[in-house]
């Protein structure tokens, strides 16, 4: 018990809190039944550039993931870990960052400011990876796994959520560019996949592309029900490939 006692102990715990914070914070609305979530603001702004609806699923491997690293967080045996001490604050101010952006969503939708949350928690993700990277070779098993995956995993989903975000709220804001027209939301779908590819081939983390081309194949078969124009499912898709080319090349 002493060992919690320390400034060890504490970042442990507010790591562990904010893991599960960021879970329930997602679900409140749904729970308390609000009339607006932020599924069903998601739903209102629907473009090309947003991946079909059972994809969102991917949260609750996100969450369960997060709840995992926590728990290797916390475990005696690693709080005075050296990699565990540099990324532990700043996957802290990730989940905090999420939190804000689920507490924002169902009040007031997909405005600037809940972009901006977004971006924040891009940069921080980006930031964690720029931590991971000089420790990756050295984490092996459960330290790999636990305490390392989840983080790239996070890092994936945020890099495409942000550009679906953008999406959401130039329908919104009614911005000249409209992502609902074929050119706007071609071009969207293949900037996210320029940007996911160059982080995949600076990274060399198959976790990473995962839960990125999973929003993007979500986008695919989402353009394919709801008939939106081809050209976003031909975007999406050489995205895709342009990822996993970066990926063999790193």
């Keep these: 018990m ?22 329930a914070a997602a679900y ?13 603001r998601s739903q209102n702004l629907d473009t090309p550039v947003v991946p079909f609806g059972p994809f969102f699923a991917i949260w609750l491997v996100i969450f369960a993931s997060c709840f995992g690293f926590a728990i290797w967080h916390a475990l005696p045996s690693n709080l005075d870990d050296p990699y565990l001490r540099q990324v532990g604050w700043v996957a802290a101010a990730l989940f905090a960052g999420n939190i804000a952006w689920e ?20 940069a921080i993700a980006l930031t964690i990876l720029t931590i991971l990277q000089p420790f990756v070779g050295q984490l092996t098993g459960w330290a790999y796994w636990l305490g390392a995956a989840p983080l790239y ?14 999406s959401s709220t130039m329908v919104l804001t ?8 074929a050119k706007t939301a071609a071009g969207m779908l293949v900037l ?8 995949a081939f600076w990274t060399g983390s198959a976790v990473y592309i995962v839960s990125a081309i999973w929003g993007l194949l979500g986008v695919v078969v989402g353009s ?6 081809v050209a976003a499912t031909v975007a999406a898709t050489t995205s895709i490939g342009m990822i996993l080319l970066a990926l063999g090349a790193s």
């Design 2 to 23: 002493q060992d919690y006692l320390t400034s060890d102990g504490l970042r442990a715990a507010i790591v562990f809190v904010l893991a599960i914070g960021q879970a």
């Design 28 to 40: 409140w609305p749904d729970i308390r039944k609000w009339d607006n979530t932020i599924t069903s």
């Design 103 to 122: 507490a924002y969503v169902p009040r007031f939708g997909f405005k600037w400011p809940s972009f901006l949350l977004l971006l924040v928690e891009l």
């Design 153 to 166: 995993f996070f890092a994936g989903w945020v890099s495409v959520a942000t550009f679906v975000s953008l």
């Design 174 to 181: 009614e911005t000249s560019l409209d992502p609902r027209e």
């Design 192 to 199: 996210a996949g320029v940007f996911v590819a160059i982080i």
């Design 224 to 229: 394919r029900i709801k008939k939106d124009p």
